[in-house]
């Protein structure tokens, strides 16, 4: 029997997005978003898939603490510690650098606190290293008395994936005729989960530059999740995207924000979701995507982490338009 919760109400919604379409140069039915920015738990967002399997398996081993990695804006991290608020257990976030090198404290981190999250600043560890540091953080716990659990970067594991087995599978039973999933990779386990329901040739990754080698990663995810053997050449993945790298603004982003928010009213974020929707208007331009083939655009959160953007926020009030009556 799985050791799967329940942490959200489910399907999410499917919507039209045909204002949009036809800005792209698309049919008004072709376009479609799948909302799972609109998950009610701690913001919403796409990790809460991951987490009703992660966290069902901390508690199904007992465990009183959930600790995972992730950056100071983590939209994991922020709903990992949403899981724990809701269950009643401890949450312990590792985090690079101090709390002095937060430019802009607000943001996820917020509502971290909010949520009753402890933070363990990592210094200046490498990325790399990161979970290396956060299974010391286990064993400091276990010695202080608790039982730690630790959730991968991102929740991205086989077991998280399957998070996305269902809801691949969902977005399925919504729109049936469905071609393109275009979706944004960050740690993984999203997109190997909707390759594991929906094969290699529907789903469209979009690289936000969170790991070094977004292919690889995804094909080790969807393979132990699937069971077969996954190729990493035959996933479909853009690196187009990342520009100056996972964090930095890029113009496509910046101008695929304001384009949604413009046409459908849809917020996304800088680091994700944004670069993601920048990646459609580039895969609709080189004619990966097509006029008359049924696409979606999964969004998967984000809006907290916009607020924590310094360079986004700047630019988007510096740009505001006032109004000035005759």
Known sequence: MSDKIALA???????????????????????????D???????????????????????????????????????????????????????????????????????????????????????DN???????????????????????????????????AQGYVEGGEELRAQLPDVEHVVVAVGSGGTMAGLVGALGEERVLGIHCGAVADPAVTVADLASALTRRSIDPDSLRIRTDQVGGGYG????????????????EGIVLDPVYSGRAMAGLIAAIRDGDIRRGRRTVFLHTGGLPGLFGHTETVHRSVTALQSYKPV
């Open 37 to 123: 920015d609109l998950i009610g738990l701690g913001g919403g967002g796409n990790k809460a898939r991951k987490l009703e399997w992660t966290v069902g398996a901390a508690l199904a081993t007992g465990a009183d603490t959930l600790v995972t990695t992730g950056a100071a804006q983590s939209n994991h991290a922020r709903l990992t510690a949403a899981a724990g608020a809701r269950l009643g257990l401890d949450v312990v976030l590792v985090f690079p650098g101090t709390p002095d090198s937060v430019a802009n404290g607000s943001g996820n981190l917020v509502l971290d606190s909010l949520l009753g999250a402890r933070v363990f600043w990592a210094g």
């Open 9 to 35: 109400t489910w399907p999410t919604p499917m919507e039209p997005m045909p204002r949009l379409a036809a800005a792209l140069g698309l049919r008004e039915n072709d376009l479609w978003i799948k909302r």
């Open 126 to 160: 490498d990325p790399g290293s990161m979970a290396d540091v956060a299974a010391d953080v286990c064993r400091q716990l276990s010695r202080d008395g608790a039982v730690p659990y630790l959730i991968p970067f991102g929740g991205s594991s086989p077991l998280g």
């Open 248 to 263: 930095a603004l890029n113009e496509p982003v910046l101008e695929a924000m304001k384009t949604a928010a413009a046409t």
